[in-house]
Structure formats: structure tokens, C-alpha cells
């Protein structure tokens, strides 16, 4: 990170207590929060480097933004084209929410291992999307196992077993149900 330059200025108090508050909660300082703040409102600065916190505000807000643009787009009438682009795109929503899941996992231990005195985390909870039914094939792919196995495991297990295991594979530890037309959903 840059060489750092000590500002003073002054905030109505009720900001004041929000900004403390917030870093408690975060588990941070109110100067990063501020510096967060100033990375969103004027963007990228020459010869500053932009912490990991901060990238991954950045990437959360982007994402965050996509997920409300499909919210809007109408989805009656929608051809088949169109559906498997919409499957695509979740898919590679969910890679990367299990990506940033990754990330700050790596993160915490990085910060565990840490020798500096004072240890700080970043606690990334990545915006809920509304999971959509998937076709066998698909849930295959996001449980990392071949079609075949799924099959097996579904017909041979009871449904909370089913359930439980399709939980231990799936990258978001959520449980899964066959219907009665064949499209698997996600268990709340």
C-alpha cells in the first residue's frame, strides 16, 4: 500500500459514530472504511494501489449490479437461446461467487499466519441470488461429478440423503431436490 498522509477534517458527529460503528462491525479501521469510500466515489488513482478489501468491495458492488440488471429484464417469452444464455450466465455468477468464496478463505489464512501484531479480516458475504432449477447435466457440473453419478446417488438414496449429500458437494453448501419433471431445486 502507498505511503499514507495524515488529513484532518471534520464530520457532523452522527457520521462520525456511523463510521466507528461500521469499522467495529467490520472488524476494521475507520481510516480503511474512508479510504473505501474514496476508491468508490473517484474510482481507480494513479500509483495507488487498491487493497484486497477494497477489490473485493469493487468486484461485490459489480456483481451486485449485474444481478439487479437480470432482475429487470422481462422473462416471459423468453426462447430457448435466450434461457441457455441465462443458465450460462448464473453458472458463471455462481463460479465466481465460489471464486471470491476461495479468495477469502485464502485471505483469512493469509491473515492467520500473519507475524504482525494486529490481525484484521474481511468477512465477504456475497449478495443472495435466487437459484434457478437445473437440469441434471448442469447440477453435475456444479457438484464437480459425472451425470451418471448424480443419477445413482439420486435413486438409491432417501431424499434427505440425497439432500445432505448434494449438500457436502455443492460449492455453496446447499441441498438439492428432484421434482416430478425431472429439474433439480435448491432446498432452503
Sequence with gaps: MADRESINFKLP???????RAAA??????????VIQGLHHVLGNVDSIETDVETRLHQIEAQLTK???QQD???????????????EQLEQKTE???????????????LN????SGRRQSYNYHPPQQQLQ????????????????TLEREQST???KDFERWCRSKDPGSLAWRRSDNGLYHPVK
Design 95 to 109: 463460479a465466481i461467487a465460489t471464486r471470491l468464496a476461495q479468495l477469502e478463505g485464502a485471505i483469512a489464512l
Design 24 to 33: 467495529k462491525e467490520r472488524n476494521t479501521t475507520a481510516t480503511n472504511l
Design 157 to 159: 438414496q432417501t431424499s
Design 72 to 86: 429487470t429484464q422481462p422473462v416471459q417469452g423468453v426462447n430457448d437461446s435466450s434461457q441457455q444464455r441465462l
Design 13 to 19: 458527529k452522527p457520521l462520525a459514530a456511523a463510521l
Design 66 to 68: 449485474q444481478a439487479n
Design 133 to 148: 432449477a437445473y437440469t441434471g447435466e448442469n447440477l453435475a457440473k456444479r457438484l464437480g461429478i459425472d451425470l451418471a
Design 112 to 115: 492467520q499466519r500473519s507475524s
